[in-house]
């Protein structure tokens, strides 16, 4: 159902001199700014019992009256897809994300997806943007992701996410064995040829990647990676820059590599591993209310937790060569 606003306040003097849009998205931190701008420019804001401009600078002590209708966001269908829900409560929603399901609707995937699944959940995330979801992982990557619930938190996730204080960190299998961690700090962007990859380019979006080594084994590495930027495909594309590209990654993955004399088992496990071997496995952040600081984790799903066991069992028999 679309939710009614309906607020009055007054503009502080300490305000005197400031545009009317920046002193609402001030007073008004549950709303957006690009939303409370829509508001004025449909006649729905009112200052001193007029229609404002949305640039019209505010002298102090106005009266402002906002009736408003948020309208649903989505027309997409609620369906009966399990979540594996890790945390609930009136704000959010943490959910650990299986491979292989899209987080919204597109041209190639039109329903099935995390978004239809949340509206089953919660028939009011439709009056919200993406019916609350603030951040995406790929298709075939798992792991964590929180959702919004309310606009307020709706904002302020996405404030926090812009403000880099939203903590992600993942697990990843990479083809070549590492001697130490880094950080990769390279522009991402569309790649020049390939428009339905990502590459780092010169005047790409700035996208910085901190990795430490985990476990080493005979061909591969196990690495912890933390986002400090939030590019698309940006674990994928920064490792495969610095030539150890994600274990199963149909895009920048490159041929299969596999260990010297390497026997049957292991040979079939990751030729058979079709998906990128990444799992976003922590999530920490401020509550969007309650500003306590919470932090999830979740275990690398079974055919990730096999791989890594097969290469860790292949790198033990091999120890002594």
């Not at 650990?96 to 995937?109: E, I, M, Q, R, T």
């Not at 919660?122 to 790929?138: C, E, K, M, N, S």
């Amino acid at each position: 159902m679309p939710q009614h606003v309906q607020l009055e306040l007054t503009i502080p003097g300490g305000m005197r001199g400031r545009r009317l849009d920046q002193a609402l998205a001030e007073l008004l931190g549950e709303y957006s700014r690009s939303r409370l701008q829509q508001w004025i420019r449909s006649g729905e804001v009112t200052l001193d019992e007029r229609l404002p401009q949305v640039r019209e600078k505010v002298m102090g002590g106005e009266h402002v009256r906002i009736d408003a209708v948020i309208a649903e966001q989505t027309v997409n269908a609620a369906e009966p897809i399990p979540l594996a829900i890790v945390h609930e409560d009136a704000e959010l929603l943490v959910i650990n994300k299986p491979a292989g399901l899209v987080v919204h609707p597109a041209a190639g995937n039109p329903a099935g997806t995390l978004l239809n699944a949340l509206l089953h959940h919660d028939a009011q995330l439709a009056g919200l943007p993406r019916a609350g979801i603030v951040h995406r992982l790929d298709k075939s990557t798992s792991g964590l992701m929180v959702v919004a619930r309310s606009l307020t938190a709706h904002k302020r996730l996405v404030d926090a996410l812009q403000a880099r204080t939203v903590k992600r960190e993942y697990l990843t299998v990479v083809n070549s064995v590492l001697t130490a961690g880094g950080c990769i700090d390279a522009p991402i962007g569309r790649h020049p040829v390939d428009r339905k990859r990502m590459a780092v380019v010169s005047g790409g979006k700035e996208a910085v990647t901190h990795y430490r080594v985990e476990e080493r084994y005979r061909a591969h590495t196990l690495v912890r990676v933390q986002l400090e930027t939030g590019r698309t495909h940006q674990i994928r594309v920064h490792m495969a820059y610095r030539h150890h590209p994600v274990v199963g990654d149909p895009v920048y993955g490159g041929r299969l590599r596999l260990p010297k004399s390497a026997d049957a088992h292991v040979i079939a496990v990751l030729s058979a591993f079709r998906r990128q071997a990444l799992h976003a496995t922590q999530l920490t952040l401020e509550h969007p209310v309650s500003g306590e600081t919470l932090s999830w984790q979740a275990g690398v799903p079974p055919d990730m937790a096999q791989l890594i066991e097969v290469l860790r069992n292949d790198a033990r028999e091999h120890s002594s060569d």
